[in-house]
T-cell receptor, first 111, second 115 residues
Framework: QKEVEQNSGPLSVPEGAIASLNCTYS??????FFWYRQYSGKSPELIMS????GDKEDGRFTAQLNKASQYVSLLIRDSQPSDSATYLCAVPRGGFQKLVFGTGTRLLVSP | GAGVSQTPSNKVTEKGKYVELRCDPI?????LYWYRQSLGQGPEFLIY????????DSGLPNDRFFAVRPEGSVSTLKIQRTERGDSAVYLC?????????????FGEGSWLTVV
């Protein structure tokens, strides 16, 4: 089992819809979770972090964490074509410094 | 500079050659990281520096890879006897320090192609 698993996609949604991206992790002791956005040919950019069970909202983005089920999700409301990118889930291993990334989910938002 | 700066942005080298990749972190950031990203994969941790010392080099794939940060700022990733399998984007990142809650900022990467 991979430490961090994501569906590679692509996930296609129409403009204005809600995009739901999911991630599961294997280390039950994980305490921090991160979502990065990566445009093609560009570097990853942190968009959300979550540490506690439940929801965390930031603008159109909501991160959801369920430690009992070992999954973390990212919801993007009112999806825009500019949201088209690969979304990477990351979990620290052995401290806060070493991030383990999933393979990423490619999101395509069509106008 | 405003962000993490990496040079060169692109490097094509022949199999067996030596390569150096440079990273200039955000000013004031004491923690510096190197990751490697292959096509269709997420970034893979290589090494992490806190100040001048390599605090964790467990991700370096073998002894052909080495990294230094002699003055606690700029870092160089060195790859000896390059192999075609080394072709990837090498991402450098930095953060204020390694404590929880500090955002890790990535540079644009050095695209290495070994032919």
């Amino acid at each position: 089992q991979k430490e961090v698993e994501q569906n590679s996609g692509p996930l296609s949604v129409p403009e204005g819809a809600i995009a739901s991206l999911n991630c599961t992790y294997s280390d039950r002791g994980s305490q921090s979770f991160f979502w990065y956005r990566q445009y093609s040919g560009k570097s990853p950019e942190l968009i959300m972090s979550i540490y506690s069970n439940g929801d965390k909202e930031d603008g159109r983005f909501t991160a959801q964490l369920n430690k009992a089920s070992q999954y973390v999700s990212l919801l993007i409301r009112d999806s825009q074509p500019s949201d088209s990118a690969t979304y990477l889930c990351a979990v620290p291993r052995g401290g806060f410094q070493k991030l383990v990334f999933g393979t990423g989910t490619r999101l395509l938002v069509s106008p | 500079g405003a962000g993490v700066s990496q040079t060169p942005s692109n490097k094509v080298t022949e199999k067996g050659k030596y390569v150096e990749l440079r990273c200039d972190p955000i000013s004031g950031h004491t923690a510096l990281y190197w990751y490697r990203q292959s096509l269709g994969q997420g970034p893979e941790f290589l090494i992490y520096f806190q100040g001048t010392g390599a605090a964790d080099d467990s991700g370096l794939p073998n002894d052909r890879f080495f990294a230094v940060r002699p003055e606690g700022s700029v870092s160089t990733l060195k790859i000896q006897r390059t192999e075609r399998g080394d072709s990837a984007v090498y991402l450098c990142a930095s953060s204020l320090n390694a404590a929880r809650g500090n955002t890790i900022y990535f540079g644009e990467g050095s695209w290495l192609t070994v032919v």
